[in-house]
């Protein structure tokens, strides 16, 4: 028999890149009393990892938990990111409704529309936040019309149409059901929360079920599987067969060594869970996400959706440049297998194959973004190891014609900016689906673009709009190849012998183009020291010294003046290197460098070419 649990109200935190979700959370978590009243709390504190701190950007899923009014609220804080979207899919499975966060002024943004429609797919209940209103150039009123043109034109059931409304500002931790209304704390949030949200369902005589929908992983216990109970109910030391919808081969038995519920940011044991609790189980090795546990006499996987295909590859390699080794901790080919395999135990969206060589790895992920976040973060465990640059997945359909990667792209861009940006993605083949005028005086561009054109644009765009554009872009779906896109008009510089490179050297190089790399750098024959302006690569001799006579002074030297080099940082890098070019990367520096270093067989590689 069906029952509602009353006293459990799971929900999942949606909305576009900084529109304040992790905020939002944040405000939850202290009115509802989770932190002590002197406790020192970090902003944004659901964003634990480094990398996540440092860009204001959520990576991951995380699962909280709140009390009010006796009634525990599982929150799940969502990426906002498209290449995370991954993340988003998996998670509304084990809610039973949304909070969509909008900022006020900024509106229904390209993000929005992708999270909402996963939610409407499920026919999950929504919230309507609209965030930031305390924003001098807010607009409440206009961004609920932009919602609801939404919800319609993604065919939302009308039921759903009839959404509650909160306006909030997260940052000051108040929210109120009335703009007139002046308010403090955010319990119209909770009570809307209790009320609109319905209670999860099950049956809790029947046999056990829970599905996993995310994994955690921690170095002690290994891998954590995160789910919500929707049948009977788990115990500790209960045996469970592990079985999956989409692999029926699938039947193992396992035991429940340790279970946990979500209690503010701790997880706390417990015995047993019941109907629609959040649980983590840990101590089952074999335990991956869309698996579910059932009870031996009833074995009935749970369908679940299947994560969403990765579109973009980079090859990771063993570093075998003249530097190799003298700057990382992990440097081998084993090290570097075992670290990439073990990415996979909490990244559902990435892949990683082996290849003809035992030293290189073929990587897949959902974007530029998501393949950078993974190597900033091996660099900074002390791996020292080369990537290539990022290529698109292609496929083909039945009649064999080849398919590419497609991306809908918004920018939004001051007026001034936009042919500019209309020209250079046209060479990107992208198409011009849309233009129209957004907020504050500025131009809004809709294209359809394969996704290999926006790989390496982004610093291209920063620099044409000066740093005043807005690009978003979601995947969406394959179409036919578009024809051969030329990436870069510059070509390289390249060192020409090794040793360290000198004021001299450099600054009859500086004429030649831009530099990226400043006096007292340690070079090899092959590496990439700068860009030329022109298309062709030049290789130069940076560690020359100044030939001394009696009518040469060495201090004659100190009036050379040299531009202050272009240092890249990591993204900048993987934009920049060509097919031909590697990216050196080590705890240390980053280097580009070319795939083949030694000049004469270079130049026999090109002309067979």
Not at 38 to 52: F, K, P, T, Y
Not at 336 to 355: A, K, P, Q, Y
Not at 449 to 478: A, Q
Request: glycine share 8%.
């Amino acid at each position: 028999m069906k029952q509602k649990r009353e006293d459990v109200r799971n929900i999942a935190i949606i909305a576009h890149v900084d529109h304040g979700k992790t905020t939002l959370v944040d405000e939850l978590l202290k009115q509802s009393g989770v932190f002590r009243a002197n406790q020192d709390v970090a902003e944004r504190v659901m964003d634990s990892g480094d990398i996540e701190r440092e860009r204001g950007i959520t990576i991951l899923a995380k699962n909280t938990a709140v009390t009010y009014k006796n009634t525990k609220i599982n929150i799940i804080d969502t990426p906002g990111h498209a290449d995370f979207g991954g993340e988003v899919e998996r998670v509304l499975k084990m809610v039973n409704g949304v909070i969509l966060v909008v900022d006020a002024f900024e509106g229904a943004m390209p993000q929005t529309k992708f999270v909402l429609r996963k939610a409407l797919e499920l026919k999950l209940p929504v919230i309507l936040c609209v965030n930031k209103i305390d924003r001098p150039e807010a607009n409440p009123e206009r961004v609920v019309d932009e919602v609801l043109e939404l919800f319609i034109d993604l065919d939302a059931d009308a039921s759903l149409l009839d959404c509650p409304i909160v306006y909030a500002s997260a940052k000051n931790g108040s929210a109120t059901l009335n703009l007139t209304v002046k308010n403090k704390d955010m319990k119209p949030l909770f009570d809307t929360i209790i009320e609109h949200i319905p209670a999860p369902e099950g049956d809790p005589d029947a046999a056990t079920q829970v599905l996993v929908s995310t994994i955690d992983y921690n170095e002690y216990v290994g891998r954590i599987g995160v789910g919500k109970v929707d049948n009977g109910t788990i115990k500790v030391n209960q045996e469970v067969i592990l079985c999956n919808a989409h692999d029926l081969e699938k039947k193992k038995k396992v035991k429940i060594s340790k279970l946990y519920e979500f209690d503010g940011l701790n997880k706390v044991e417990v015995s047993e869970a019941g109907i629609g609790s959040i649980v983590a189980i840990s101590g089952i090795t074999d335990i991956h996400i869309g698996d579910t546990l059932c009870s031996p006499d009833n074995v009935e996987p749970i369908p679940f959706q299947k994560i969403s295909e990765p579109t973009i590859a980079m090859q990771f390699i063993v570093n075998d440049s003249p530097l190799a080794g003298q700057e990382g901790k992990y440097v081998t080919s084993r090290h570097l297998r075992d670290r990439l395999f073990r990415e996979l135990n909490t990244d559902v969206s990435l892949r990683v194959e082996e290849t003809e060589s035992a030293d290189c790895f073929k990587v897949s992920g959902r974007g530029e973004l998501h393949l950078s976040v993974l190597i900033e973060n091996m660099r900074r465990e002390g791996y020292e190891f080369a990537v290539s640059k990022a290529e698109v997945l292609y496929k083909t359909d039945e009649n064999g014609q080849k398919l590419e990667p497609m991306e809908s792209t918004y920018i939004d861009v001051p007026e001034e900016f936009s042919g500019s940006v209309i020209e250079k993605l046209s060479q990107r083949k992208g198409e011009l689906l849309n233009m129209g005028s957004a907020n504050g005086g500025y131009t809004r561009l809709e294209f359809s673009i394969p996704s290999r054109g926006l790989i390496g644009y982004r610093g291209e765009f920063m620099t044409d709009t000066k740093g005043n554009g807005i690009m978003n872009s979601v995947f969406d779906g394959y179409a036919p190849y578009k024809g051969d896109i030329q990436y870069r008009k510059q070509g390289s510089l390249i060192a020409f012998e090794a040793g360290e490179s000198i004021t001299y050297g450099l600054y009859n190089a500086q004429e030649r183009g831009t530099l990226f790399i400043g006096p007292g750098v340690k070079v090899y024959s092959g590496m990439v020291i700068g860009s030329n302006g022109r298309g062709e690569d030049i290789e130069l001799n940076v560690c020359k010294k100044k030939q001394l006579t009696n009518t040469r002074s060495s201090s004659a030297d100190e009036a050379l003046r040299l531009t202050p080099p272009k240092l890249l940082s990591l993204e900048q890098s993987l934009d920049f290197i060509d097919t031909d070019e590697l990216l050196e990367v080590t705890p240390k520096s980053l280097r580009i460098r070319k795939k083949i270093l030694d000049p004469t067989m270079r130049k026999r590689a090109a002309i067979k070419k």
